[in-house]
């Protein structure tokens, strides 16, 4: 690493801020310091200046109360990263003529097809479930340890035993609105390996990992002994580390992507370069990648927020970013891209709890780089706009949680307690920084009631409101 690089390194190791949206005057933490306050053992950067990578390092261990030491080349969970790279392969095969963006996805599936409602069969195409607009449900999926039976694509498609999510099915009219939906994109999944008839991780090495030399990347689910040796081990919301050190993930388009903070950054760079009209081994151009980066909707503003196919993107011009968040259990990643200067900031972490590393280092950097101004990470994680959070929920043993919702967040009331606020991390899923405890929303299987799960150092409780009908 270059002195100036290391300069930088060394002091944005020493800038990060709390509450990292508005700091509101307090003093800038360590790295150190915050992956102690936030029972994170390890985590893993990296940095694209120039379109090229600047450095990427490690800090931490990889399992707490272990000396193995994180680097730039230890494996961690994407977690929903895969979505994106996922989509490049889909992008690939849709430009060679194998694929069609735009073609009723029931034409590719053969071992399972998209259920009809009640008599109305939905056509939803691979354009719409890359990028959340095919009305499909299940948000995200939870992955199974390593000591539970591990369910066969079909199975977690149909919602079956031992799968521990729910069907995969269209209950929105599709092409109308942007619901964010793992379940789309783990149906894409089953077309690519029922019209290639190959194994996804085969499909993803051809395609993405070794154009880009992504050498310590793989979407292979279980991970093999082979890729065992330099991993992060997950920890929980207690700072645990899991049981069986991680989960399996056999959706593996949606979350299934083990990879490095170097290896991102690989990506990063080419994209990049594709979008500044550079020849690349991926097989793109850069009509392709403008693609992908496009609104899919007709009212989704290109000056907002959206999704794209694959990526989440916002602003426009110079300002212009794009890139993806991702929560596994015990994995949570950030990877963000600002195509016209040509920087990217990549970080992978293994804890629950560290959901506010994402912001703060991504805005470390930043301020190191020269471009907090024009990718203010303050809305990369927003509340839901069509989700009515606030009311009261239930659950049968007699427990009830009051909802509020504030400027930023959430207001969790609870047995003659202050407010609790809880802060976005995700679509539907909110943490508090004071207590170890999580909150994820999902709305009933037929629209009637909304879900609040509540997670709190293990204990789970699950409580519920009624929406009202009509």
């Known amino acids: 690493m270059n002195k100036p690089h290391a300069n930088r390194v060394a ?12 700091p509101r005057g307090q003093p800038p933490r360590s790295l150190d310091e915050r992956m102690r306050q936030l029972f994170t053992p390890g985590v893993s950067v990296a940095v694209v200046d120039g379109f090229e990578l600047a450095w990427a390092g490690g800090f931490g261990v990889r399992k707490r109360g272990e000396q193995g030491a994180v680097s730039a080349d230890t ?7 895969s979505k994106p790279v996922f989509a490049l392969a889909v992008m ?3 430009k060679s003529g194998a694929l069609d963006l735009d073609a009723d996805i029931n034409d590719y599936l053969v071992s399972w097809r998209v ?8 056509r939803v195409t691979l354009r719409q479930l890359l990028s959340h607009t095919a009305g499909t449900t299940e948000h995200g999926f939870a992955g199974y340890p390593a000591s539970a039976p591990l369910p066969t694509l079909i199975e977690v498609l149909n919602g079956v035993p031992p799968a521990n999510s729910g069907a995969i099915v269209v209950d929105l009219l599709p092409g109308l609105q942007a619901r964010y939906s793992g379940g789309g994109t783990t149906i894409a999944q089953q077309a690519v390996i029922d019209v290639l008839r190959r194994p996804l991780p085969d499909v993803m090495r051809e395609l993405v990992l070794d154009p880009l030399r992504m050498t310590r990347s793989s979407f292979e689910q279980p991970l093999p002994a082979r890729l065992a040796g330099d991993v992060a081990v997950a920890h929980g919301w207690d700072g645990a580390p899991i049981a069986g050190d991680w989960h399996t993930y056999p959706e593996a388009a949606a979350a299934g992507l083990w990879t490095t903070a170097a290896d991102l950054a690989r990506l990063a760079s080419e994209l990049m370069r594709i979008l500044r009209g550079d020849a690349s081994a991926l ?13 899919q909707l007709p009212d989704q503003k290109a000056d907002g927020r959206y999704y794209g196919i694959g990526w989440l993107c916002f602003g426009q011009g110079e300002a212009f970013r794009f890139g993806h968040t991702g929560h596994n259990e015990g ?13 990217a900031a990549i970080m992978l972490l293994n804890s629950n709890r560290g959901f506010p590393l994402r912001e703060e280092i991504v805005a470390a950097i930043g301020r190191q780089y020269e ?7 303050s809305e990369m994680v927003a509340l839901s706009p069509d989700v009515d959070y606030a009311g009261t929920y239930r659950d049968a043993a007699g427990f009830m949680f009051h909802v509020a919702q504030s400027e930023d967040g959430l207001l969790l009331e609870f047995g003659g307690q202050k407010a609790l606020p809880l802060d976005p991390v995700a679509p539907l899923e909110f943490a508090s920084t004071a207590l170890d405890l999580s909150v994820r929303f999902a709305v009933g299987e037929h629209g009637g009631t909304m879900s609040m799960t509540v997670n709190q150092a293990g204990k789970v409780i699950v409580a519920t409101k009624s929406l009202p009908s009509g």
Do not use: V
């Open 11 to 22: 002091a944005l190791l020493q800038d990060l801020r709390p509450e990292g949206r508005s």
């Open 75 to 81: 494996l961690f969970q994407a977690a929903s990263i």
């Open 92 to 94: 690939r095969l849709a």
């Open 115 to 122: 259920p009809d409602n009640r008599g109305w069969q939905p």
């Open 283 to 295: 097989g793109i151009d850069r009509d392709a990648i403008s693609e992908m980066l496009m609104p």
């Open 331 to 343: 994995y949570l990643s950030s990877m963000w891209l600002l195509p016209e200067r040509g920087k």
């Open 371 to 377: 471009w907090a101004s024009s990718a203010d990470t």
